[in-house]
């Protein structure tokens, strides 16, 4: 069996980042990581502007006190000034107005009164650039503006505009494919009967992986049929970045994954992990296609999902870091275990007190344990006397 650090960065070698598409501003590509530097064409503010309403003077006018100025003009945003600010004048400015020549500051209106053409400002304190934003305060022409390896956020998307970008260049978001498998499997809207049970692991895993950023699609339960099952696998295999199968790779006499998969040109590069809930996972790849088997119990399936195929969804998609991300917390009560192996607690994090609280868990077909859960609480194999306060390693789970 391997240890889950070095299986996962088995997969991690085979999942580097996507070729990166041109997507149009039109179609924001939101969580996508650019994949080109992204200059300025122009300068920002394009010239000096009024940060508030009111007039545009030359500071050295009002160091006298309350002055008495000659309005010669209006400059409205949008507008171009037509006349200069010599000395005693003021010329009436709107938030976003170009600041006119020989002005170097706003006296907000507040602080004046008008009398016909006279403005007297009141504004004694005001100093060269009060109320006014520099040419090329934000950025100059030339600038990279937005690195490559930036992930695309809203703000991201304005300041794309902002320099002229209609399209960007970015990773694209991995396509996922999940298969359930097992005859004793129905979809959510029939009633088990007999020995069946409704299928959860389709449903929580195209979960996570639209919560991990991927383009999931979901081809429905397949039964414990190899050649059935060869068909699941073809198309998965034609249409998916990452294939992943739930249920069917243990070592009973129905779990027919492995071999369909070899059959199929899957080379598997591990298979079986030092971990619990979890051990039977499977890691192989064709070509650029990454496969996972995921046990069939639904704990188990998420555990999986969270430490190696959200990491290799992450590295597809150009971010840096993949994760899982991991923290140490102090315990918020006491916790006593005995697994033989590294095991993956349900827990939950509670921010504003800065504890880790193990939940409840019978095992790994409680899926009901993590519905509260935010985390994975990672014991080590043995005995665990583990005292409320004490420090434990933790993984952030997105449940």
Not at 105 to 123: M, N, S
Not at 160 to 182: E, F, H, M, N
Request: hydrophobic fraction near 45%; include cysteine; proline fraction near 9%.
């Amino acid at each position: 069996m391997m240890e889950v650090s070095a299986a996962r960065e088995t997969v991690l070698r085979f999942a580097a980042p996507l070729p990166a598409q041109i997507t149009p501003l039109s179609s924001p590509a939101l969580g996508q990581v650019l994949a080109v530097d992204v200059a300025s064409d122009v300068d920002s503010p394009p010239f000096a502007k009024a940060l508030m309403d009111g007039y545009a003077v030359r500071a050295a006018d009002l160091a006298g006190g309350p002055v008495a100025l000659k309005l010669v003009g209006e400059v409205a945003a949008g507008a171009m000034p037509t006349v200069a600010v010599g000395p005693g004048d003021a010329v009436a400015v709107y938030t976003g107005a170009p600041l006119p020549d020989g002005a170097d500051a706003v006296v907000v209106k507040e602080r004046c009164e008008v009398t016909g053409r006279t403005v007297t400002a009141t504004d004694t304190a005001l100093t060269p650039g009060k109320n006014v934003l520099a040419r090329a305060a934000e950025m100059r022409a030339g600038d990279v503006v937005i690195p490559t390896g930036t992930v695309l956020t809203p703000t991201a998307y304005g300041l794309l505009a902002a320099v002229g970008k209609t399209a960007v260049l970015a990773i694209p978001r991995p396509r996922l494919v999940v298969v359930a498998t097992g005859d004793e499997l129905v979809e959510p809207a029939m009633k088990p009967r007999g020995g069946q049970i409704r299928n959860t692991n389709g449903p929580m895993l195209m979960a996570q992986a639209a919560s991990a950023g991927a383009l999931p699609r979901y081809l429905g339960v397949c039964p414990d049929d190899a050649e059935t099952m060869a068909s699941y696998v073809r198309e998965g295999l034609e249409i998916a970045d990452v294939l992943v199968f739930a249920g069917g790779v243990s070592a009973g006499k129905f779990d027919l994954v492995p071999e369909v998969l070899a059959a199929h040109g899957v080379t598997v590069h591990f298979h079986h992990v030092r971990m619990k809930p979890g051990k039977p996972l499977l890691f192989g790849a064709k070509g650029k296609t990454l496969v996972f088997g995921l046990p069939g119990n639904p704990v188990s399936a998420f555990v999986g999902f969270e430490l190696f195929v959200r990491p290799a969804l992450r590295a597809l998609g150009g971010h840096q870091h993949s994760g899982p991300r991991e923290r140490r917390y102090p315990l918020a009560e006491a916790l006593t275990a005995r697994h033989d192996r590294p095991t993956y607690h349900p827990a939950r994090i509670d921010f504003a007190a800065g504890v880790v609280r193990p939940l409840p868990w019978f095992g790994s077909a409680d899926l009901r344990a993590l519905l509260g859960a935010n985390a994975l609480i990672v014991l080590p194999a043995g005995e665990v006397n583990l005292n409320a306060g004490e420090m434990a390693n933790v993984v952030f789970a997105h449940g």
